[in-house]
């Protein structure tokens, strides 16, 4: 071997030794190389793509920007209508848990068809919970949160062609503000003359009788209207509903569970001070109750709680602003689940009648309990 080759072969060793070894001009490597180049390259191309879309554009051209409609529509099931007989019914809810026999109930009387939820705020949680209640054609969620939404034909004809309706918790305020007075308002009621079943939970529960608390300027305790029956918290209004078994009525949700039983007293002594009637009757519904009122009036009472039905028929003695309620012996009658009342002729069955009195602000019952 000549002195020359004998070179060429130590190098070509070396060289190889350098592959193994990683070096990075050599061999294999260069393909390694390769990819890290595209790597970085497509990563840094990425990145930039990502700045464009987060830098601002500049306004919405006017062309372009959709106005608010003032409702939000949900559907669960056809989307079409149907017609089917239905039987007129009033589902009267306290609020809290559902109560899965007054949906069932209503549901049987809708005949199976589309049964709208109305709202002014919240979500459609409702069309999943009532579409596993029973056999329906639809369940439709209208969230209506301002007049203009409550005047939109889309709106007033999905109402209109419900085959069950049912008025959701929320805040009582939003419906008289945003509601009463409008097409919307006109659709609710054509329903009741119609003969479609119409239920009514918490708020939904507030705005069915034709006296309302409005909640206008936010609750008000049983503790503040005793002490001042004129408390500016107090707002109550009426033609907003025309439901004829309801007539003379004012309702109250979350009864007993929030001590209301003082401020419904107080909303009667002020409808019989104020001259808006000579005799007006009040119900509380406990939570997790509903009450299930047939046209002739009478009425099954379904769920955990207790409902309380009040009569007051002669003016309080003392009822003006900042002075603290007096009113004497306003009869109430109590039923619990199974039990019967007739909102006509204002009697029941598997009760217990009792009678409240407020002196100077204080509440006492005839029986020791209020409730």
């Known amino acids: 071997m000549t002195r020359l080759s004998l070179y060429t072969k130590i190098k070509k060793r070396e060289k190889r030794q350098l592959i193994y070894k990683g070096y990075p001009f050599y061999g294999q490597n260069k393909f390694y190389l390769f990819f890290l180049v595209l790597i970085l390259t497509l990563t ?5 793509a990502s700045c464009k879309k987060e830098m601002p554009t500049g306004p919405t051209p006017p062309s372009e920007i959709i106005p608010d409609a003032g409702y939000k529509y949900y559907c669960t099931g056809n989307q079409g209508d149907v017609n089917t007989f239905t039987t007129a019914g009033f589902a009267l809810m ?4 559902d109560v899965d026999e007054a949906f069932r109930w209503m549901i049987q009387r809708s005949g199976g068809g589309d049964f709208v939820v109305i709202r002014a705020s919240g979500t459609e949680a409702y069309n999943p919970y009532i579409s596993k209640i029973g056999a329906i054609d639809s369940v439709e969620t209208l969230i209506i ?10 709106v007033v004809e999905k109402v209109r062609r419900a085959e069950a309706l049912f008025i959701a918790g929320g805040d009582q305020a939003d419906y008289i503000r945003f509601w009463k007075g409008t ?5 609710i009621n054509f329903l009741i003359n119609q003969g479609i079943p119409i239920g009514g939970s918490s708020a939904g529960l507030a705005v069915l009788g034709e006296f309302i608390f409005a909640a206008l300027n936010g609750t008000v305790y049983s503790s503040e209207a005793l002490d001042n029956p004129y408390n500016f918290r107090i707002t109550l209004e009426t033609n907003f509903l025309y439901i004829p078994v309801l007539r003379g009525v004012i309702t109250d949700s979350h009864f007993s569970q929030r001590d209301r039983m003082g401020r419904l007293i107080v909303f009667l002594a002020r409808i019989l001070k104020d001259g808006w009637a000579t005799e ?29 039905f009040l009569m007051a028929d002669h003016q309080p003695e003392v009822c003006q602003p900042a002075v603290p309620l007096t009113f004497s012996r306003v009869p109430v009658y109590k039923i619990q689940a199974g039990g019967f009342f007739n909102l006509l002729t204002w009697q029941g069955n598997g009760g217990v009648t009792y009678y409240l009195s407020v002196d100077k602000g204080k509440l006492s019952s005839s029986i020791g309990s209020i409730y």
């Open 44 to 48: 840094t191309l990425f990145f930039e």
């Open 94 to 97: 306290g609020g809290g848990s």
């Open 145 to 154: 949160y301002s007049r203009e939404g409550a005047e939109n034909q889309f």
């Open 183 to 187: 097409a919307l308002n006109e659709a």
């Open 280 to 308: 007006v009757r009040g119900i509380g519904i406990d939570e997790a109750t509903a009450l299930l009122v047939e046209l002739d009036g009478w009425a099954q009472l379904a769920g955990r709680g207790a409902a309380y």
